[in-house]
């Protein structure tokens, strides 16, 4: 499989080739902005796909609350482009978790901790974050992650 960028660019010729304009220039200001995030420190780095992940919640999210401000504004049309822009960016993002899932995952991390002899509690909640986190990154709220484990260690 492919790496995220790359599955980006190579969707860039499609889009051209399929005359879908709204996606074209959605994929093409995404890569930009990867582009400066990779050169705007000292040194040169490449994205990982987790990277990359969290760049395209925030890009799809700024253009959900700027569909917002427009619809608010009278700017109907300017909205649904902004939500169009959105969904062609969510289709990159991986498929999120339902709370239920989540909550399986943490019981899950809890009970391997059980077993390794560690009786969890509330000052144990970093040893249980850290595992769950690394299974759900961009795929759920990490505010309501860490409700979720607070209130199976209360």
Do not use: C
């Amino acid at each position: 499989m492919s790496t995220l960028k790359e599955r980006l660019q190579a969707d860039v010729v499609a889009h051209m080739k399929s005359g879908n304009r709204t996606a074209l220039t959605t994929v093409r200001n995404v890569l930009g902005e990867i582009e400066t995030r990779e050169k705007s420190g000292k040194a040169p780095v490449a994205l990982d796909d987790a990277q990359l992940t969290s760049l395209l919640q925030k890009e799809a999210s700024k253009r959900r609350e700027t569909a917002e401000i427009y619809s608010q504004a009278g700017e109907a049309g300017r909205a649904s482009a902004e939500i169009a822009e959105a969904e062609v960016i969510e289709a990159y993002l991986p498929k999120p978790l339902t709370r239920d899932e989540v909550e399986a995952i943490v019981d899950e991390v809890i009970a391997d901790l059980k077993a390794g002899g560690t009786e969890p509690g509330m000052r144990q909640m970093g040893q249980v974050m850290k595992p769950v986190t690394a299974k759900v990154a961009g795929r759920f709220d990490g505010k309501a992650v860490s409700e979720i484990v607070r209130s199976r260690l209360a």
